[in-house]
T-cell receptor, first 111, second 113 residues
Framework: DAKTTQPNSMESNEEEPVHLPCNHSTISGTDYIHWYRQLPSQGPEYVIHGLTSNVNNRMASLAIAEDRKSSTLILHRATLRDAAVYYCILAGGTSYGKLTFGQGTILTVHP | EAGVVQSPRYKIIEKKQPVAFWCNPISGHNTLYWYLQNLGQGPELLIRYENEEAVDDSQLPKDRFSAERLKGVDSTLKIQPAELGDSAVYLC???????????FGPGTRLTVT
């Protein structure tokens, strides 16, 4: 499985944008980039995924570098409820259907 | 729509005892997953079902762990006998057509003493 690298932790203030980076230099052409988050004492929650083009949904935006070796999850206005562990996951191709979670980024949001 | 339901939410047992976890996926979701999550780590896939068939159980420790998904809906994960190292959160997830958009339950926190 291709590996992702994320910062261990990040901090933000409420109502400010948050940019969560993810490096994946060994990504293959068939790998999709997925983001999940896990709030305290809950199971992970799907956030967004993409292949090549930037993606937007009601929760966040995903910006994918042109060479696909990195991506950024953007929370446009952080709220206290966004405090969670954010996981960047590569999946697809030969690992069809399999999500391999790393340690993720712990996001702290300050009021 | 109702989410993935898991029970119990918490379980404390002594080592060498058996334990079972139950999962009811979202209605209409054919694919069901069991994950294990150790403290401070991301979830790790144990087994994936497509309807009644276990299509990926390569990470399931088969000497003590077993799972079943009768009738392709509910699923049960069993550990017998439990060991101290099995203390973790056991998560169930389900998906419909897109296997990467998985919906997770709240998990069962197992403590083995």
């Amino acid at each position: 499985d291709a590996k992702t690298t994320q910062p261990n932790s990040m901090e933000s203030n409420e109502e400010e944008p948050v940019h969560l980076p993810c490096n994946h230099s060994t990504i293959s052409g068939t790998d999709y980039i997925h983001w999940y988050r896990q709030l305290p004492s809950q199971g992970p929650e799907y956030v967004i995924h993409g292949l090549t083009s930037n993606v937007n949904n009601r929760m966040a935006s995903l910006a994918i570098a042109e060479d696909r070796k990195s991506s950024t999850l953007i929370l446009h206005r952080a709220t206290l409820r966004d405090a969670a562990v954010y996981y960047c996951i590569l999946a697809g191709g030969t690992s069809y259907g399999k999500l391999t979670f790393g340690q993720g980024t712990i996001l702290t949001v300050h009021p | 729509e109702a989410g993935v339901v898991q029970s119990p939410r918490y379980k404390i047992i002594e080592k060498k005892q058996p334990v079972a976890f139950w999962c009811n996926p979202i209605s209409g979701h054919n694919t069901l997953y069991w994950y294990l999550q150790n403290l401070g780590q991301g979830p790790e896939l144990l087994i994936r079902y497509e309807n009644e068939e276990a299509v990926d159980d390569s990470q399931l420790p088969k000497d003590r762990f077993s799972a079943e998904r009768l009738k392709g809906v509910d699923s049960t994960l069993k550990i017998q006998p439990a060991e101290l190292g099995d203390s973790a959160v056991y998560l169930c997830a389900s998906s419909r057509s897109d296997p990467y958009e998985q919906y997770f339950g709240p998990g069962t926190r197992l403590t083995v003493t």
